[in-house]
């Protein structure tokens, strides 16, 4: 399957669940971060993530313009499969940079995601099992991360639900 998404809560899975679909494929592989290491705890679990990964997969830190950098992986022969992990810092990332930023690089990431022509997993967390935020930040991010995972999900071939480590298939 072209294009999959992984959702799950945290620690529920999903990053090793996307692991283990790019290693069934044989395309070379373009892991995408997403991540910043703002602090301390965040730099040990992004070097967590980085040792558990193959040392042939290639790596791109990339806290903004994922459509840009699918639109260049594009151009490779053959194209990378590429996994995306994650949408949830993403969004986060997008939000603190301003509407304008938010707006253009989500729109111009749907895009180049549907014409992406390799095998591209997107892993996000599901945001809608939780509470709803006590500050407008808070349930923003929410929104905007839950009507992301939708537009992700109608594009997408394969959809799976990590939870306690157990994919469920909702999709493909």
Same mark, same amino acid.
């Given at each position: 399957?072209?294009?999959?998404?992984?959702?799950?809560?945290?620690? #529920?899975? &999903?990053?090793?669940?996307?692991?283990?679909?790019? *290693?069934?494929?044989?395309?070379?592989?373009?892991?995408?971060?997403?991540?910043?290491?703002?602090?301390?705890?965040?730099?040990?679990?992004? /070097?967590?993530?980085?040792?558990?990964?193959?040392?042939?997969?290639?790596?791109?830190?990339? @806290?903004?313009?994922?459509?840009?950098?699918?639109n260049?992986?594009?151009?490779?022969?053959p @194209?990378?499969?590429?996994? !995306?992990?994650?949408m949830?810092?993403?969004?986060?990332?997008?939000?603190?940079?301003?509407?304008? =930023?938010?707006?253009?690089?989500?729109?111009?990431?749907?895009a180049?995601l #549907?014409?992406?022509?390799g095998?591209?997993?997107?892993?996000?967390n599901?945001?809608?099992?939780g509470? !709803?935020?006590?500050?407008?930040?808070t349930r /923003?991010?929410?929104?905007?991360? $839950?009507?992301?995972?939708? #537009?992700?999900?109608r &594009?997408?071939?394969? =959809?799976?639900?990590?939870?306690? $480590? !157990?994919?469920? *298939?909702? &999709?493909?």
């Amino acid at each position: 399957m072209r294009r999959s998404l992984i959702l799950g809560g945290i620690r #529920s899975g &999903k990053s090793s669940l996307a692991e283990r679909l790019v *290693t069934e494929q044989a395309d070379p592989v373009v892991y995408v971060a997403t991540a910043t290491a703002g602090d301390g705890e965040m730099s040990d679990r992004i /070097r967590r993530h980085q040792l558990r990964r193959p040392p042939q997969w290639g790596l791109v830190e990339e @806290p903004l313009a994922l459509g840009a950098l699918l639109n260049r992986q594009a151009t490779l022969t053959p @194209p990378p499969c590429v996994l !995306i992990d994650c949408m949830s810092l993403w969004v986060s990332n997008l939000l603190h940079a301003g509407d304008t =930023v938010f707006v253009r690089e989500r729109d111009s990431f749907l895009a180049a995601l #549907s014409r992406y022509p390799g095998r591209v997993v997107v892993v996000s967390n599901e945001v809608g099992l939780g509470i !709803i935020g006590m500050d407008p930040l808070t349930r /923003r991010f929410a929104d905007e991360l $839950g009507w992301l995972n939708q #537009s992700l999900a109608r &594009k997408c071939d394969r =959809v799976l639900l990590s939870v306690a $480590g !157990i994919a469920q *298939t909702l &999709k493909g």
